[in-house]
């Protein structure tokens, strides 16, 4: 039996564990050993307890609140890095190095990396590695620099980034990068999405995989309902939730992380509110229209459902698939943080109103639901096991 290294650095969404956790249970059931190392520890989900799990090094910013640090928004993978701390001198080396030790004290036969370029710098050329998790932070590792996401120019100038990195790096011993995407290269790549989401298709030499949906997602009905699965930001939001009580439309929350003052709050305002999670079948049967701060798997899962999409977006990543919504004519988006209260409320109405978002999903989603198989973690298993055979 062989043994592996799944690690992930990078990004706040627990589906990064979720889907490591994933592919860990098919490695363990086939008898392997398996060390998780995570950005954030965590066992309140289903991990095989012969599943060693370990805490993965940390970005220096990730020990703050990013959001806090000001300067300009991102356009780039380049400036997001900035700004978790590739800028402070001697990062990437300290990182690598942690992850050097920890590949010697586990001694993995290959690695999987969710967002984690530093564990895919420190793991070439020792072990076979694979690069999984969204499309968004797996970033093709030929590019010769990160394209802008945006249209607008990197907020850091690429090659004074990379002069610097360079320099830590050979300050330790640690071979230069050759150009700054080369952080993300790895022997193979499973990005997960559809390809109308993938914010790097042009530049894709692999072909996207299923994203990770791993729940029934059900078909729409003649639900007449609005849905909205919020996070712990859109609870910030209060423009939001003025503007969904303005609409006038029959309202279901659900809201991770809310207090029981918060849920008695939004009973107030007249929505529905639902303390735990939901199926997404049973949400697809009686919406008309969802809305969400972006995740991908439930943008996906009401994609593959037939149901319009509202992203009420709040950062690069999500703002983008927003955006593809809209060009898809499936749904809307709105920044959470210029959300009018007024227009907001007309804007949902008339979506909600408009019979054409409802027949072009229905229409697309036979198209969305035949690409959810096979499952992006069932072939990152399948290629961990044949990499070391």
Not at 150 to 164: D, F, I, K, R, S
Not at 232 to 241: E, F, H, S
């Amino acid at each position: 039996m062989a043994k592996y290294l799944l690690g992930w650095e990078l990004g706040a969404n627990r589906g990064h564990l979720v889907r490591m956790a994933d592919v860990a249970r098919r490695l363990a059931a086939e008898g392997h050993e398996v060390v998780l190392a995570a950005q954030r520890l965590s066992r309140d989900f289903d991990l095989p307890p012969n599943v060693q799990l370990w805490q993965a090094p940390i970005w220096p910013r990730l020990l703050g609140n990013v959001g806090a640090l000001g300067g300009p928004m991102p356009n780039t993978m380049g400036d997001i890095l900035v700004r978790v701390g590739l800028d402070i001198p001697g990062t990437l080396p300290v990182l690598v190095e942690a992850w050097r030790r920890m590949l010697d004290a586990v001694l993995p036969d290959a690695v999987a990396a969710d967002f984690a370029p530093a564990l895919l710098c420190a793991a070439r050329g020792r072990v076979p590695t694979l690069a999984m998790g969204l499309a968004f932070d797996s970033v093709p590792g030929h590019l010769a620099e990160f394209p802008s996401l945006t249209g607008q120019p990197a907020a850091y100038g690429e090659a004074g980034v990379l002069a610097a990195v360079n320099a830590s790096m050979a300050a330790t011993g640690l071979d230069p990068l050759a150009h700054l995407p080369q952080m993300f290269a790895a022997d193979h790549a499973l990005a997960g999405t559809f390809v109308e989401l993938d914010v790097y298709a042009k530049w894709r030499r692999e072909p996207v995989v299923a994203p990770s949906v791993a729940h029934p997602v059900g078909e729409a009905a003649a639900g007449d309902e609005v849905f909205l699965y919020a996070d712990a930001a859109l609870l910030r939001t209060p423009a939001l939730w003025d503007g969904l009580a303005r609409s006038g439309l029959p309202v279901r929350v659900h809201a991770q992380g809310a207090s029981q003052a918060q849920q008695a709050e939004l009973a107030r305002l007249g929505f529905a509110v639902e303390p735990a999670p939901i199926p997404f079948a049973r949400i697809a049967e009686r919406s008309r229209v969802v809305m969400t701060y972006g995740g991908l798997g439930f943008v996906s899962s009401a994609l593959a459902a037939g149901v319009p999409v509202v992203v009420v977006h709040y950062d690069l990543e999500k703002a983008l698939t927003g955006q593809a919504i809209t060009r898809m004519q499936l749904g809307g988006h709105v920044y959470a943080g210029s959300v009018q209260p007024e227009a907001f409320a007309t804007s949902l109405r008339q979506l909600y109103q408009n019979d054409s978002f409802q027949r072009r999903a229905r229409e697309l989603a036979p198209g969305f639901r035949a690409r959810l198989s096979p499952s992006q973690e069932e072939l990152a298993a399948r290629w961990l096991v044949e990499a070391v055979r």
